[in-house]
Structures are given as structure tokens and as C-alpha cells.
């Protein structure tokens, strides 16, 4: 099973302001970049499971949006999740090392996971367990707040694979990730 | 006068290991890209004074090449700075906030400084004091070292210049700072 992930940053590497804050974000009030034109339509397109930590979940739940249609989201807690009834179905908790996620996943049938959140983005980097990067770079300094990326047991090199500009504003770049070096 | 950052960075926002260590950069071992495929050349010619750190003026001593050509450069240090004869005349020390380091350069004439070494170009950041940033992204995750961003005031707003990809593989970004949002 293959693991991306697809997320947008400040340019000083942050995914959310300390308390979570997205507002920085361009299209956090409605306008463009719409997801269509930012390729997450596209990439969700290619995704068949959804897996993201509890701290990103919370904030989904806060949010009160849903950006995940009808794909099956695993949520990675050791603790009880309580589910609204306004929560689609496809919801269901889930907890083990990235090893065992992506194995009970594999075994489920699922190919192509779609790892979202900043803890867990982090954990399934060090275990060496993501194929493809996808960031976009917003132009704007937060000078704080949550880290897309954080302490790893190596280098990892990655492939560029393709980078666009968003609305003249925005720097998208995927990347593979290679093989570790030691 | 005008203040710039040419940098490189990894993808995840180091612009050296714990120690310093460059060797992550590709053309650390004298293979492309060249100072003239990067961009530095050109950036170079329209800089009349370089700004720099006492951490990052030790380190391009330690590293014994010496890549400003005839510009003056200011390196920024409280303590004495022992030029060794191989240091070309255009070295000399200085100190202040960056504002009063500004004032002084404007004093004498200077246009446009090139602000290099992460504390350096914090303190230039945070203060305001920084017109435009090219950063050159490597496609590799280091996952520790010295970064390039630091805390800041308030937001720093940017404005989207270009992009283009060095190599298929780095990707070079020019912003302009707007200025800052309260």
C-alpha cells in the first residue's frame, strides 16, 4: 500500500498557527484557490482511505466542514472517538505504529492512503512509510505554530517530481520520497 | 537601502546540520549546479555589500573559499575579528541592531545589501528590514539543523514573484516582503 501526503504550509514550514488557526490559509474564507484548482480534487481522486491523528481530527470535527466525500477515514487515537451523528459513517478509529496501520490497511484492500496531520504525517515519515509528497507553499511567515515536518532517524532524499504555481501566489511541488539513506 | 536573502534550504527549512555541515547541498562537491545556473552570479551583480553573522563568517573561513568577490562584506560580531592575510582588505567587522546596521550602510552609500546566515537573517526578518527572499529548496528532508526561519513579531505577508526548477530537482522561489501585517 502507498502512502502521500498533501498539505499546505506556510513558507516557514508551519501547517497551523500554535492553537490550530488555518485563517492564514488563501480560500479559508470561501475564495480561491478551490480544491479543484489546487489538485486535491485530482489527488483525492487517486486516494481510497483517508488516515489522520487525533489532534487533526478534533479540528475537523471543529471546523464543521467535511473535505473527505464518501472514502472511509481511519482516525489514529487510543482514546474512545465519539461521533456526532452528523459524522459520515465512513469514520472509524484505529490505533498502532504507522507498521501496523499500513499492514491492517493492506489487509483491509486498501492501496493508496492519503496520511494527513502533523503528528501523524511525522511518525509515518520516520518509519519510512510515505511515497509521495505533495506541498504547498502559501507566501507568508507565521514565525510560530505547528511544524509540517520534524525530527527524523536519517536523511531522506527526495525525487522532485513537479512543481506549479497556484494563482501566481502559491508553489506547489511534489516530490517521491527515496530510499533512506544511512 | 535594500536588503536581500539568496538562500538555499532544505525541504524542511535548514540551511545547515547542527554543525554547519553543507555537505547536503548538491555542488558541495564542486558538480552542478554552478554559482551561474543558480542564479548567484546574477544576484551577486546587483549586490554592493554583503552582511553576515560571526557564526557564518567562522564557518566560510573554516570552509577556506572565499565566494563574495570584490564586494565589501560587513560580518556582524561585539567581539575582534581576526583577519587572517588570505581574507581579502574588503572584510571589516561591525555591530549594531539591523536598523542601525542599515543607517550605517546607507551612510556610506551602499544600495542594496545581501543578508546571509540564519541569525542574521532573522534578526533582519523580525525587524523588518528585508526587501526580498529567493530561496532555493533542496529535495531532501534533514530532519535537524540550523533553520533558516525563527520567530517573528506578527505575520510576514509575501508576494509572489517566480519560481523555476534548477536541475529537475531544486526549486528557487523569489518573494518580495509586503509589509507586515498587524
Do not use: C
Not at 508551519?14 to 485563517?23: E, Q, S, W
Amino acid at each position: 500500500m502507498r502512502a502521500s501526503v498533501f498539505i499546505a504550509t506556510s513558507l516557514d514550514g508551519f501547517i497551523a498557527r500554535p492553537d490550530g488557526g488555518l485563517d492564514w490559509l488563501p480560500g479559508a474564507d470561501g475564495s480561491s484557490p478551490t480544491p479543484s484548482e489546487t489538485g486535491y480534487d485530482a489527488f483525492m481522486a487517486t486516494v481510497d482511505v483517508v488516515v489522520m491523528g487525533r489532534g487533526t481530527w478534533d479540528k475537523v470535527v471543529e471546523m464543521g466542514g467535511w473535505f473527505y466525500g464518501d472514502k472511509p477515514v481511519r482516525v489514529l487515537t487510543s482514546r474512545s472517538l465519539e461521533l456526532r451523528p452528523s459524522v459520515p459513517k465512513t469514520v472509524a478509529a484505529m490505533s498502532g505504529t504507522p507498521a501496523e496501520v499500513v499492514a491492517a490497511l493492506a489487509r483491509e484492500g486498501f492501496r493508496h492512503a492519503y496520511v494527513d496531520g502533523g503528528k501523524t504525517i511525522q511518525a509515518f515519515l520516520r518509519a519510512g512509510l510515505i511515497q509521495r509528497l505533495t506541498l504547498t507553499r502559501i507566501p507568508v511567515l507565521l514565525g510560530e505554530g505547528i511544524p509540517l515536518f520534524g525530527n527524523l532517524p536519517r536523511d531522506v532524499k527526495l525525487k522532485h517530481l513537479l512543481t506549479r504555481v497556484l494563482g501566481d501566489a502559491m508553489v506547489q511541488s511534489e516530490y517521491d520520497v527515496l530510499a533512506a539513506s544511512a
